[in-house]
């Protein structure tokens, strides 16, 4: 079951560049996407959310595109932070249950 | 900051033993949800639950799982009789009314021997 991928397990950026973070997903049932980062041993942490009516949501460093045709979403973070190294996961949401992709793993560089 | 709460951390248990996972949602929120993590694969939806009762389940919330919510504060999960598979990290995720977004606690990390 793959409705939601995330096709790169990790991702390493230099700090202060942006971090391009993809999506792809196969349920059109997905009325709302989320993004989840979690660091080991917490629990997941809501990041940004976007409704699948609109095609862009911004949030201070964070941005999160949607492509409804193509099935496919991004997180933009810029400027990238050390702080921001963690699991990415991004999140489609379907008559009350979320479905996680697989996540990616930011390391942002000093 | 309101946030979820688990207990325990931690659990270890043998085979065939009953546990309780324990979590206190956000104060406000109505909707309450489990979802577990295996070592190494996708954080799974288990179960979803409004109004003292199940809204939504998935196939592996089978006749083994059984969820409550006790009093006004706790929502737990119960595993009757564990397996070995059933280890795993348990996320309980709770949320308000108007709103799609789901918080999460900590998990407890369920180990079976």
């Known amino acids: 079951d793959q409705q939601v991928k995330q096709n790169s397990p990790s991702l390493s950026v230099q700090e202060g560049r942006i971090s391009i973070l993809n999506c792809d997903y196969t349920n059109s049932m997905f009325d709302y996407f989320l993004w989840y980062k979690k660091y080991p041993a917490e629990g997941p942490t809501f990041l940004i959310s976007i409704s699948s009516i609109k095609d862009k949501n911004e949030d201070g460093r964070f941005t999160v595109f949607l492509n409804k045709s193509a099935k496919h979403l991004s997180l933009h973070i810029v400027p990238s932070q050390p702080g921001d190294s963690a699991v990415y996961f991004c999140?489609?949401?379907?008559?009350?249950?979320?479905?996680f992709g697989g996540g990616t793993r930011l390391m942002v560089k000093p | 900051e309101p946030e979820v709460t688990q207990t325990p951390s931690h659990q270890v248990t043998q085979m065939g033993q009953e546990v309780i996972l324990r979590c206190v949602p956000i104060s406000n929120h109505l909707y309450f949800y489990w979802y577990r993590q295996i070592l190494g694969q996708k954080v799974e939806f288990l179960v979803s639950?409004?109004?003292?009762?199940?809204?939504?389940k998935s196939e592996i919330f089978d006749d083994q799982f059984s969820v409550e919510r006790p009093d006004g504060s706790n929502f737990t999960l119960k595993i009757r009789s564990t397996k070995l598979e059933d280890s795993a990290m348990y996320f309980c995720?709770?949320?308000?009314?108007?709103?799609?977004?789901?918080?999460f606690g900590p998990g407890t990390r369920l180990t079976v021997l």
């Open positions: 999140v489609g949401n379907a008559g009350n249950m979320l479905t």
């Open positions: 639950f409004y109004n003292n009762e199940i809204s939504e």
């Open positions: 995720a709770s949320r308000t009314l108007g709103t799609d977004t789901q918080y």
